[in-house]
């Protein structure tokens, strides 16, 4: 089954401009899957997950790229880094064929883009894809307009869905995006995504960092996805762990490079120094970080104590695939100063700041949007804002502030 993704015409724009391109992602996010949807008749496919395949790169790497030739599609290029220095020859020697092109997918970033950085610099396009977008599940694709909180835009994209009810966002949020649970829904989700833990510490993981002790790994994994949605904290989250802190800053850094995690830095301006240095955490699965927290239903997930943090990572999340998968690094940040004045997320376009609250309620008013005036201070021009709810409809809350349901992301 495919489900046809927002990135497809990013890609395809970019692909005859780059001879090389490296589609990068977590496991399961559907990297081999489009480009085999999108290659054409004459390009070759070739994975690296096959040993025979993978020894013979490793052995030979001139002889693999004369047996698969180009237009070709590479599959896990990180498991035969040599290759790169070969293509790199390759690319060099026929700069003026256009149909010099190698297509190269890696879920390993850690090792991968230092290679790619030496061998091919100048001449490799670095696409990244994330697991399905709400927009995606909607059939939505074509719309590749990156979020932003701009009414004509969003009353559009509520048109085009009825508002979700609470259990319905839930149920979205407890399943998550990976392209192999939500096409499937018949598989049962557990043991899913306990294989794909397994698979990703033992064929990842252990090649990246070579960690020891896979159990503390995995403590480490559910103590961190505890924290989604909350100011990282290295000294706590290690402790909780049982691990040290250069440890859990190492293991943190593995899961930010592997697409498991992302970091929200915080604005920073140099109008005021009283604003905190420390990034948010957030899961860019919520269906993994709620399996690994322990939340086994949409119901339970609602009702517990992650609720608020789990919405807030949803939100962000779905923020984050609409610039990623439109071929753009996402501009955002989060603001919070050391009084406690907080605003969930800054979203920073052509010099002016989009603030945007996450607000479980169904009733947003102005003590949803207080913090927003604090932007004042920072010398900034401000655009319009956003509390992203569970209402039903937009509802202006000011002059340039609005409340949209999240069917609007």
Known sequence: MYLNRTLESFWMG??????VLLLTGPRQSGKTTLLKHLKSKDRAYV?????????LARRDPALFLQRFGSPVIIDEI??????????????????????????LTGSQKFHLMKGVSESLAGRVGIVNILGLSQRELMHKSSDDIPFLPETSILEERMKEQPC???????????????????????????????????????????DLSRIGDEIAFMRFVKAAAARTGQLLNMSDLAK??????????????????TGIVYMLSPYH????????????LYFLDTGLCSHLTGWSSPKTLEAGAMTGHILETW????IIKSYIHAGKIPPIFFYRDRDGKEIDLLIEKDGILYPVEIKKTASPGEKDIRNFRVLKNIGRKIGNGAVICLAENHLPLSNNITAYPVTAL
């Open 47 to 55: 994975t690296l997950d096959s040993i025979a395949e993978r020894e």
């Open 14 to 19: 970019i692909s005859g401009k780059y001879p």
């Open 240 to 257: 909780d762990a049982d691990v040290s802190h250069g440890t859990a800053r190492n293991w943190i850094s593995i899961l930010e490079t």
């Open 164 to 206: 979700m009810g609470l259990m319905d966002l839930y149920k979205r949020i407890w399943k998550g995006s990976l392209p192999g649970l939500v096409l499937y829904p018949d598989r049962e989700m557990e043991f899913y995504l306990d294989s794909y833990m397994t698979t990703y510490i033992l064929r990842d993981i252990r």
């Open 269 to 280: 301006s140099n109008i005021t120094k009283r604003i905190i240095k420390t990034p948010k």
């Open 315 to 318: 939100v962000i999340s779905e």
């Open 78 to 103: 990180q498991y035969a880094p040599d290759l790169l220095s070969e293509i790199k020859v390759i690319v060099d020697r026929n700069r003026s064929e256009k149909e010099i092109s190698f297509w």
